[in-house]
């Protein structure tokens, strides 16, 4: 289902009552547990928007209290996450790559290359992913155990966390990732820094186009 359907069935569901079920998710695993998704404090994954492929899988996540009537009040958003199949010696895309990909006509208001997550501020297209959306939204990339993952970050039009406040929530939101997913225990006699190292130089020998090509994989799943 695309994600502006999904959304806007969060929507109308909001207007009339949230769907109360007796436990809230938080966590959910895809490919056969080789990636963990969880959701930041205070939001809760719609299970009924959960996509499991094999090409690649898509959770969708918004505000608890949203969900099923219970838990803290938080800033309304949708929040998604996409992640492709394990690739051996994959990379994390550049803040810049990402822009180039989501936005190649328009500069971002911001891009942000940390150690193991890159992030851009995109000027438009959250008002076609959300109704009511401020055009404003955040998108990230990071990999998780082998699977190049994006984020995503949506608010309603004039949220603060269309702003400043969007890139503290998906940055939760990686550090939230990050912490369901220990890196993958390796072979007996093998090493962490060994194996990071060289995925890190294999990496390097991926052509750029093989690199939008994968991209392309990412966030078709996020549109």
């Not at 966390?161 to 093998?190: F, S």
Request: hydrophobic residues 40%.
């Amino acid at each position: 289902m695309a994600l502006a359907s999904a959304v806007a069935m969060l929507a109308v569901a909001g207007c009339v009552s949230p769907v109360r079920d007796s436990r809230q998710v938080q966590r959910t695993a895809l490919f056969q547990g080789g990636a963990i998704v969880a959701s930041p404090a205070g939001y809760c994954i719609d299970e009924s928007h959960v996509r499991r492929r094999d090409q690649g899988s898509f959770v969708l996540m918004a505000g608890c209290a949203h969900i099923d009537g219970e838990g803290p009040m938080v800033d309304p958003a949708v929040i998604t996450v996409s992640v492709l199949p394990d690739e051996p010696g994959v990379r994390n895309a550049t803040a810049e790559e990402l822009a180039e990909k989501l936005s190649p006509n328009a500069a971002p208001l911001e891009m942000v290359n940390g150690e193991d997550l890159a992030l851009v501020h995109l000027a438009s297209g959250g008002d076609q992913a959300m109704p009511g959306g401020d055009p404003r939204h955040w998108r990230g990339s990071m990999v998780l155990n082998g699977h190049l993952t994006g984020l995503a970050v949506y608010a309603p039009r004039d949220s603060r966390l269309a702003g400043a406040a969007g890139r503290r929530l998906v940055t939760e939101l990686a550090d939230t990732l990050r912490n369901a997913n220990p890196p993958a225990r390796l072979a007996e006699g093998g090493h962490a820094d060994d194996a990071r190292q060289g995925g890190s130089d294999q990496a390097q020998d991926r052509p750029r186009g093989a690199l939008g090509t994968f991209l392309s994989g990412l966030f078709g799943n996020s549109s």
